[in-house]
């Protein structure tokens, strides 16, 4: 028990020292070599738990998915109806894009054109995932409200619409204000967004 205790604090530390190189001098930059030394270890002991710095990539942005979800599912659980848990849900992830958003927006510097296109198509697979998850715990909240009568009885076409017009709506939002950097009126926007869309459904 101890061994496999130490060897997840091992793992544990070797994705958190590649996830802080990573943020601060970009994926490519980043070598192997780097991340062993981070952690004082021989290059050679990483190959234990992944053999590329690619699975690496792929295990931190796994833990900070992880994270995310965990922090939605708290933020909802502790909201005491549908239209508050959806804006707990709304105001949690908007506080992760702040939170995290240095992370992924650092992932590909000093790529060329050729490794730039490669990397989005790993956003876009990581999008889609996160997407996916939240639809899931959205439509959960959705489904929940309806059966607790605090939602109009909606078919199954249209509540996984509702979903993505909720999905769709915080993603532009959290574009808008990170291209300003302001998140300032984050609470606000989103009491107003949610109170509009959810007022139309309640019975």
């Known amino acids: 028990m101890s061994a496999n205790i130490k060897e997840e604090e091992i793992q544990e530390q070797l ?15 980043v070598t192997l070599d780097d991340i062993a030394k981070a952690i004082g270890k021989a290059r050679s ?4 738990y992944y053999k590329t710095k690619e699975e690496i990539l792929d295990a931190v942005i796994g833990v900070e998915i992880r ?19 959806i804006k707990a849900f709304f105001l949690a992830k908007l506080s992760a ?20 296109s490669g990397f989005r198509k790993t956003r876009l697979a990581v999008h889609d995932q ?8 959205l439509a959960q909240v959705i489904t929940e409200g309806i059966r607790l009568g605090e939602l109009t009885r909606l078919n199954h076409k249209d ?27 984050m609470e606000s926007w989103v009491n107003i967004l949610v109170r509009s869309m959810i007022h139309g459904l309640k019975q």
């Open 15 to 29: 994705l958190q020292a590649a996830k802080q190189l990573f943020q601060v001098h970009g994926f490519r930059r």
């Open 45 to 48: 002991s990483l190959y234990y």
């Open 67 to 85: 994270a995310l979800m965990a922090s939605l599912a708290a933020a909802i659980s502790k909201a005491p109806n549908v239209e508050e848990k």
């Open 97 to 116: 894009v702040i939170e995290k958003g240095a992370f992924f927006n650092s992932l590909d510097e000093g790529m060329d054109p050729s490794e730039l």
């Open 130 to 137: 996160i997407f996916q998850q939240e639809g899931a715990m």
């Open 159 to 185: 509540q996984d619409d509702l979903v993505f017009v909720l999905l769709s709506s915080l993603r532009g939002m959290k574009r808008e204000m990170t291209i300003k950097n302001d998140f300032s009126n």
